[in-house]
């Protein structure tokens, strides 16, 4: 009999944050007797929904297709999509994986899981605008076994604020714990991220992971009913750090002054020949067809000199590739230290602090950057399955999807990254 596996991201979650784990009433217990990995390697763009594509598949963003949290599309009215749907992974998943063992599997708010094909599942999406009513998005997002769950909960929704989403999934996964008992969960929950943006990485975030603690007592107590924490495993992981950032360069306000953009006299975007899609403290560039694509790249060179404290590092796309980031773009911009890249058209507005402008991205801290900056998510393992008490330093988030599968007794297959056995019992 396969025992079940509970797979948590806590998003923005760092091995520093180890410690403060161990504390806690709920996550405490857990910890005990868990093994773990500390500073994983991520992905380029440290960005929540290419991590979590990552994670769930074993395989790098040049195979998974999500390169971005958004969907770009330059001329959108309003905020962009974002990759919410499963359609837009082009690879397997552990839910796959499961499913085609003959294993039941749950999503619970996990990116890009929208119609993840778990027999129960419940998507992370929200409507365009915070008044609208959630549920025809969810209605698409949900498998229809979930229904009742979700009617029950969804009350608790406040668009996409957290932690308001937190408290929705938290409860949505004890839900589905108590009347379906899954093989395999993955649930996600953002409340320690976007604190971290607002706090900064090492602010005061004990309210933060108390909450995050309580959330997962009630999920604990779940299992507990249904079969006991003692027979489950349960990963604990991040998907990425975050770094500090002070001011903002608004490339597309550059761009502008270039006259390789042109705006609308409402300020929004009318044309464009060269655009920059913002991947927070990254960011890239997409061309026109007819545009030279040389001389673009002397300009930015030239640009690079001019702003030095700005502009780190300009990629083309045959350098980003090496880095397994692929996608339509010309070029990857990583921005400089502590600065992070805003998304002002006009030319008049280059360089804003973080302060001026009240985005969830741009903040006291963010990420979107090289993989092997600042600090590093860990992975955290317990359970029947796992090995107990042992520490390993260093490892990768392509590993993550493989290990989940050898927990769960299965062989993982086509995926760049490996099982890390040493923390599975034989």
Request: with cysteine; hydrophobic share 40%; net charge negative.
């Amino acid at each position: 009999m396969t025992n079940r596996t509970l797979v948590v991201s806590i998003d923005a979650l760092i091995t520093a944050d180890i410690p403060v784990l161990k504390q806690l009433p709920n996550l405490g217990r857990v910890m005990e007797h868990a093994s773990w990995i500390t500073d994983i390697e991520c992905i380029y763009p440290t960005l929540t929904y290419p991590c979590h594509a990552t994670i769930a598949t074993g395989c790098w963003p040049d195979r998974t297709g999500i390169n971005n949290n958004e969907i770009p599309d330059f001329f959108a009215k309003g905020r962009m999509d974002w990759y919410w749907w499963r359609e837009a992974i082009q690879v397997p998943t552990v839910v796959d994986f499961a499913r085609q063992a003959g294993l039941t599997a749950s999503t619970v708010t996990w990116p890009v899981m929208c119609a993840s094909g778990a027999e129960y599942n419940i998507g992370e999406i929200w409507a365009p605008r915070e008044e609208d009513d959630p549920t025809p998005w969810f209605t698409r997002a949900n498998s229809p076994a979930v229904e009742e769950i979700f009617e029950a909960n969804k009350h608790m929704l406040r668009w996409m604020k957290t932690p308001q989403m937190d408290e929705f999934a938290a409860k949505c996964a004890a839900d589905i714990i108590r009347a379906h008992r899954p093989d395999l969960m993955l649930l996600h929950l953002s409340y320690v991220d976007h604190q971290r943006h607002r706090l900064g990485v090492h602010g005061d975030l004990e309210h933060a992971f108390r909450f995050i603690d309580g959330q997962m007592g009630l999920v604990l107590d779940a299992l507990e009913e249904t079969g006991g924490v003692e027979n489950t495993n349960i990963v604990l992981l991040g998907d990425h750090g975050q770094l500090y950032c002070d001011e903002m360069f608004h490339l597309n306000a550059l761009f502008h002054r270039l006259g390789w953009l042109q705006t609308a006299e409402d300020g929004s975007l009318a044309d464009y020949q060269v655009y920059a899609a913002n991947c927070s403290l990254s960011a890239h560039i997409y061309l026109r067809p007819e545009v030279d694509r040389e001389m673009v790249y002397c300009v930015l060179l030239e640009q690079q000199k001019k702003y030095p404290k700005y502009l780190e590092r300009i990629f083309t796309k045959e350098e980003a590739a090496q880095m397994h980031l692929t996608g339509d773009f010309d070029f990857v911009i990583e921005a400089g230290d502590r600065v992070c890249f805003g998304r002002a058209l006009d030319g008049e507005q280059l360089i804003t602090s973080v302060n001026d402008i009240k985005e969830y991205k741009p903040s006291v801290s963010t990420h979107g950057h090289l993989p092997w900056k600042g600090d590093k998510p860990p992975f955290i393992v317990a359970g029947p399955n796992a090995v107990s008490g042992r520490i390993i330093h260093g490892g990768r988030l392509i590993d993550h999807a493989p290990t989940i599968l050898r927990l769960l007794g299965l062989e993982p297959i086509g995926m760049d990254g490996h099982p890390v056995d040493a923390l599975v019992r034989p």
